[in-house]
């Protein structure tokens, strides 16, 4: 039996990245072409980024919500919005539209998602009002650059945190109001519905699994919505690290910096009492000494 190790907050080198604090504050992603980290705000409808060089700097804002953002080719990077989904350049904020995303029904808005090692854009969904966060109505879907759409995952609730396995094939889900992480191989024949997929519950008494990513190790690190806690899992689900954080609203994970070692996660508001007292809630924050990550892969590319 491996040895759990628990981090409490007085242990942490916590920075906080933005003085800004966000509401919905998710999709942390790490450019290592140019040594930035990007989020967006999913409520307040913006993409925000950070570096060494330009420090906080908002990238664009957009009609209607972002829920992620991730690599593109070419220097860009791609969103999921209100419009669908298109590419944006960094430097100038400029969005371009582009096809393959499917048309959702009303009450649906996109949510997660992740980029495969072929340049895809896997694209998860949930329900838009709280009433609808818990039905199965979730869906992820597989988009190309040259704009084809293809469905993997039907009846989840709301679709978050995507990552593989070091070689490729496992598909790690998280279905958060069912408070699991789904565990597909990822070369199966899809559709697939959720409730049929391999899966292991999510550790975490009080939390829900939000964002996820894959470490340099194999080991899934998970945002612990409502705990306060981002776990380190085994691939079949065994708590490794429990790290406690200063906030109660994790909402996602990855790893950046020069040699991918620095922890960041973003942190909400939107949930909390106005009164709350939490100081760092609603920024990305940076940690160290939890492991290595890997790099993010490119939409449009071979990775």
């Known amino acids: 039996m491996s040895s759990r190790r628990r981090y409490i907050n007085r242990d942490l080198n916590v920075e906080r990245i933005s003085n800004n604090a966000g509401l919905l504050v998710e999709s942390p992603l790490w450019d290592h072409r140019n040594n930035t980290l990007y989020w967006v705000d999913i409520h307040k409808s913006e993409l925000w980024s950070w570096s060494k060089i330009d420090q906080v700097r908002l990238v664009a804002r957009f009609d209607g919500y972002v829920s992620g953002v991730w690599l593109a080719r070419g220097g860009n990077l791609v969103v999921a919005c209100e419009g669908g989904i298109g590419v944006v350049n960094p430097e100038t904020g400029k969005f371009c539209h582009i096809s393959g995303a499917p048309n959702l029904d009303v009450t649906l808005r996109f949510n997660d998602g992740a980029v495969d090692k072929k340049g895809r854009l896997l694209l998860g969904t949930m329900g838009r009002t709280e009433a609808d966060y818990s039905r199965p109505v979730g869906e992820l879907y597989r988009i190309s650059y040259d704009g084809q759409s293809e469905l993997l995952l039907t009846g989840l609730t709301i679709s978050n945190g995507a990552d593989w396995s070091r070689d490729g094939k496992i598909l790690f889900v998280a279905d958060s109001m069912n408070r699991r992480i789904l ?121």
């Not at 996602?252 to 508001?269: E, I, K, Q, R």
Request: charged fraction near 15%.
């Open 183 to 303: 565990t597909v191989p990822y070369e199966a024949k899809w559709p697939m519905v959720a409730d049929e997929c391999q899966n292991f519950p999510f550790p975490s008494m009080d939390g829900l699994p939000d964002g996820l990513c894959v470490r340099s190790d194999g080991a899934l690190v998970v945002a612990s919505i409502l705990s306060g806690q981002i776990l380190v899992l085994s691939s079949s689900g065994e708590t490794l690290e429990e790290i406690d954080l200063p906030v109660s609203c994790p909402t996602a994970c990855c790893f950046g910096g020069p040699d991918l070692s620095t922890l960041f996660v973003t942190t909400s508001t939107h949930i909390l009492p106005p009164e709350h007292m939490e100081e760092l809630a609603g920024s990305p924050l940076a940690l160290e000494g939890h492991g290595f990550g890997l790099q993010a892969n490119i939409f449009g590319e071979l990775n």
